[in-house]
Structures are given as structure tokens and as C-alpha cells.
């Protein structure tokens, strides 16, 4: 089965500091990972996706992730956190059924 | 702007009362899904469709009754809904043709039982 864990709650880093967000994965296929982010009172917005090419993704709002196989982690990175990065973070994974499962999310909150 | 529009926004209805959510998608993507989403936790699959027939069913109990009218539409009926049935609920769709596909998400309603 596939399935992925988000270590970390929540995250809390200062306006202009490096983010760090994350997932390890487990899957006995080759997996599709991805990362989400859901605003208040928002739906879920794709941040980026790794399909097996390019093991960094570059991804939107400069957010990025780098498919590590030999740890199982797909962390999420951005270089300098905004204020206007405050949400809810979701890695999932793509399961055989074409299904996503999510993992528990991670609040990043930015200070000031 | 999200390209999957869920209305209405907000509900609120008693135990004993009938209500639709609707959902509605123009990307052409063949897979359409349900997920209930409870305050600080992830998503949860309730029922996915793919060229217009349900696929799954997450064992969700029969108060929820899904329909997919056609490959742009998605409603979900609710009737005789529990206070715990409160939560975001949330429609997606995807090309649903592999496993590369992302979900593309609505703003939610979110529904109040009484």
C-alpha cells in the first residue's frame, strides 16, 4: 500500500527564513508524490508533483521538492519565507487506483 | 480563481432536512470525486467517479448518495445528516487517465448539522 507521513505538525519559521516541510514515503511501486497547499477557508492547490523525470521539482510560489529514493523523503523546501505562506501543507501520494492519499498536513506559521 | 466551483459556499441544516451540494467542472477531466474534511485533518476519499460511473465508495454511509449527472456535474445528497456529519466538504477532479494526474479542488461548502 501506499502512504506517506508528514513529520511535523506544525512548522513555525521567521519571515525571510528557510522553509522545510517534511514527507517520507512508503510505496511497493515506483511512486507519483505531491505536495499540496490548502489556505483558510480554501480548497487544496497544487504546489508541484514528482513523476518518475527530473528527481528536483521546481514547483509554483518558489517552492521546490527533491525525490530522495534511497531515504523515501520528498521535502518540501522554499529558500525565503512571506508572511503570505501561512497555510496548511499536504504531501500525498498516488495509489494503483489513481487515488491520493493524503498525508496528516502540516501548519507553517511565519512570523514577522 | 479555482476552475471547480462548489456552491453553495456554506449550509447549515437540521437532522431531519434534505440538501444537495453541487459541484461543477469545464476542464474535460473524466474523474470527479467527494472528500469530507474535518478541522485540522486531511482530506478523506467519500466516493469517486470516472466517465460517469461510481468507481468507489468509501463505505461512506447511505445518508451521503452521490450523483454525477453528466461529466461536468457532481452532486452530493444529504439526508438525515448527524451533528458529526459537520465538516468542509470538498469536490475534485482530475484527467483520472494515470496515476501523474493532480486533483484540482473547489473552495469547499462548508456544512453545519444542527
Known amino acids: 500500500a501506499q502512504s506517506v507521513t508528514q513529520l511535523g505538525s506544525h512548522v513555525s519559521v521567521s519571515e525571510g527564513a528557510l522553509v522545510l516541510l517534511r514527507c517520507n514515503y512508503s510505496?511497493?511501486?515506483?511512486?507519483?508524490l505531491f505536495w499540496y497547499v490548502q489556505y483558510p477557508n480554501q480548497g487544496l492547490q497544487l504546489l508541484l508533483k514528482?513523476?518518475?523525470?527530473?528527481?528536483l521539482v521546481k514547483g509554483i510560489n518558489g517552492f521546490e521538492a527533491e525525490f530522495k529514493k534511497s531515504e523515501t523523503s520528498f521535502h518540501l523546501t522554499k529558500p525565503s519565507a512571506h508572511m503570505s505562506d501561512a497555510a496548511e501543507y499536504f504531501c500525498?501520494?498516488?495509489?494503483?487506483?489513481?487515488?491520493?492519499?493524503f498525508g496528516a498536513g502540516t501548519r507553517l506559521t511565519v512570523k514577522p | 480563481d479555482t476552475e471547480v466551483t462548489q456552491t453553495p459556499k456554506h449550509l447549515v441544516m437540521g437532522m431531519t432536512n434534505k440538501k444537495s451540494l453541487k459541484c461543477e467542472q469545464h476542464?474535460?477531466?473524466?474523474?470527479m470525486y467527494w472528500y469530507k474534511q474535518k478541522a485540522k485533518k486531511p482530506p478523506e476519499l467519500m466516493f469517486v467517479?470516472?466517465?460517469?460511473?461510481?468507481?468507489i465508495n468509501e463505505s461512506v454511509p447511505s445518508r451521503f448518495s452521490p450523483e454525477c449527472p453528466n461529466s461536468s456535474l457532481l452532486n452530493l445528497h444529504l439526508h438525515a445528516l448527524q451533528p458529526e456529519d459537520s465538516a468542509l466538504y470538498l469536490c475534485?477532479?482530475?484527467?483520472?487517465?494515470?496515476?501523474?494526474?493532480?486533483?484540482?479542488f473547489g473552495n469547499g461548502t462548508r456544512l453545519t448539522v444542527t
Open positions: 475534485a477532479s482530475s484527467q483520472g487517465d494515470s496515476r501523474a494526474s493532480p486533483l484540482h
Open positions: 510505496s511497493s511501486v515506483p511512486p507519483y
Open positions: 514528482y513523476t518518475s523525470a527530473a528527481t
Open positions: 500525498a501520494v498516488s495509489d494503483p487506483n489513481n487515488d491520493m492519499r
Open positions: 476542464m474535460g477531466h473524466r474523474a
Open positions: 467517479y470516472s466517465y460517469e460511473k461510481l468507481s
